[in-house]
């Protein structure tokens, strides 16, 4: 069974940098398993940030950004703002149309 | 702007069938686009669940591959979702989304709609 991986908490203070990685518990995360983000804010429906590893969605902020860090797809928020306090989940392509979600982390911003 | 919204009962009892309907306004799902259905248990994680095109051709997620099926109703420029002998496993938020295959491949869930709670309970 294909699990994705990622940190279930992290903390940020706000102005800082912060690193989400996202692996998979049978291998490495490469682009071509076209690694994309999203943003969950409580209450509301998850919103796409990143895709295709490191193409932002329209309308996002550059201080997010995504890239392939070691074996693992990695979302970076530069200068974390208190708005950024949400979960983000990593989503994977597994070929044949078969999409999987990782359990999603926690951002605290303080 | 395109519009999602689910509908459907809030609460399915245990080996009943779950079925919902996703509406979409502002665009046609007869021109393109895959469509899908997403899960989330309460204060869980994320489940893709299925893909449907308009012509009916399907992705499932290989877990529930024999209790989902997901029929297009272009005529009401809908599609749902339909989940056989549900369990208190299957007590989630449902949404539906549309999976964006034409910006990049193979794809990126654009637009969502705001969900529905769904209780599996007698």
């Known amino acids: 069974q294909t699990v994705v991986t990622q940190e279930p908490s992290f903390s940020v203070s706000p102005g800082g940098t912060v690193t989400l990685t996202c692996g998979l518990n049978?291998?490495?995360?490469?682009?071509?398993?076209?690694p994309s983000w999203y943003q969950q804010i409580s209450g509301l429906a998850p919103r796409i940030l990143i895709y295709?590893?490191?193409t932002r969605s329209s309308g996002v902020p550059d201080r997010f950004s995504g890239s392939i860090l070691g074996n693992k797809a990695a979302l970076t928020i530069t200068g974390a703002q208190a708005d950024d306090e949400a979960h983000y989940f990593c989503?994977?392509?597994?070929?044949?149309?078969?999409?999987?979600f990782g359990g999603g982390t926690s951002l605290t911003v303080l | 702007q395109v519009l999602l919204r689910e509908s459907g009962p809030g609460l399915v009892e245990p080996s009943e069938t779950l079925s919902l309907t996703c509406d979409v306004s502002?665009?046609?799902?007869?021109?393109?686009?895959?469509w899908a259905w997403i899960r989330q248990p309460p204060g869980k994680g994320v489940e893709w669940l299925g893909s449907?095109?308009?012509?009916?051709?399907?992705y499932y997620n290989p877990s529930l591959k024999s209790r989902v099926s997901m029929p297009v109703d272009t005529s009401k420029n809908q599609f749902s979702l339909r989940l056989d002998s549900v369990t208190a496993a299957d007590a989630a938020i449902y949404f539906c989304?549309?999976?964006?295959?034409?910006?990049?491949?193979?794809?990126?869930?654009?637009?969502w709609g705001q969900g529905l709670l769904v209780t599996v309970s007698s």
């Open positions: 502002g665009y046609s799902i007869s021109t393109g686009y895959y």
């Open positions: 049978s291998g490495s995360v490469s682009s071509r398993y076209y």
């Open positions: 989304a549309r999976l964006d295959r034409i910006t990049a491949y193979p794809g990126l869930f654009d637009t």
């Open positions: 449907v095109y308009h012509s009916g051709s399907t």
């Open positions: 989503l994977l392509y597994m070929g044949s149309g078969i999409w999987v």
């Open positions: 295709n590893t490191d």
